[in-house]
């Protein structure tokens, strides 16, 4: 046998083919939905994952509107922040930041599934999520995905 059919191939930025991916988040379960876009957007699908490396999809997920949370999570469930001044902890259920902004419920989510470093915040780059079922990246012709079929 030769050596090299045992050599590890390490993906780099020049050698990584990144895809669009269109998801629609109708009727799915927040973290669930949350969990399959992270690692998506990670790229822990392909077979040359680097862990080190931005080798993931860029994802686009539609109807954030519609998303479902399990039990009382949507008055349980709080979402903390603070201003940076003495007694500046604020915090909004998930039924106030649904009103306000869908998108943002979905985007805190996938986000604290991503690493907490500059791969992290360069990964939140790529994740596109908007309300409707209209969204602005048609140019790029996005492959429509069913997040069922995934692992």
Same mark, same amino acid.
């Given at each position: 046998?030769?050596?090299?059919?045992?050599?590890?191939?390490?993906?780099?930025?020049?050698?990584?083919?990144?895809e669009?991916?269109?998801?629609?988040?109708?009727?799915?379960?927040?973290? /669930? *939905?949350a969990? $399959?876009?992270? @690692?998506?957007?990670?790229? +822990?699908? %392909?077979?040359n994952?680097?862990?080190?490396?931005?080798?993931?999809?860029?994802v686009?997920?539609?109807?954030?509107?519609k998303i479902?949370?399990?039990?009382?999570?949507?008055e349980?469930?709080?979402?903390?922040?603070?201003?940076?001044?003495?007694?500046?902890?604020?915090?909004?259920t998930?039924?106030?930041?649904?009103e306000?902004?869908p998108? /943002? *419920?979905?985007? $805190?989510?996938? @986000?604290?599934?991503?690493? +907490?470093? %500059?791969?992290?915040?360069?990964?939140?780059?790529?994740?596109?999520?908007?309300?409707?079922?209209?969204?602005?990246?048609?140019?790029?012709?996005?492959k429509a995905?069913?997040?069922?079929?995934?692992?």
């Amino acid at each position: 046998m030769s050596t090299l059919s045992y050599k590890t191939v390490s993906a780099n930025k020049a050698t990584v083919n990144k895809e669009w991916v269109l998801v629609d988040a109708d009727g799915q379960t927040l973290g /669930r *939905l949350a969990s $399959k876009v992270a @690692k998506l957007i990670r790229g +822990k699908y %392909k077979p040359n994952y680097t862990p080190h490396v931005d080798c993931g999809d860029n994802v686009v997920i539609i109807n954030a509107e519609k998303i479902n949370l399990t039990g009382k999570k949507w008055e349980d469930k709080s979402y903390i922040r603070h201003t940076g001044y003495p007694g500046g902890q604020r915090s909004l259920t998930a039924t106030e930041m649904f009103e306000k902004d869908p998108t /943002r *419920l979905v985007e $805190k989510a996938v @986000k604290g599934m991503l690493p +907490k470093n %500059k791969l992290g915040s360069a990964l939140f780059r790529n994740l596109y999520v908007y309300a409707g079922s209209e969204h602005k990246q048609e140019a790029q012709s996005p492959k429509a995905i069913n997040l069922n079929d995934l692992k």
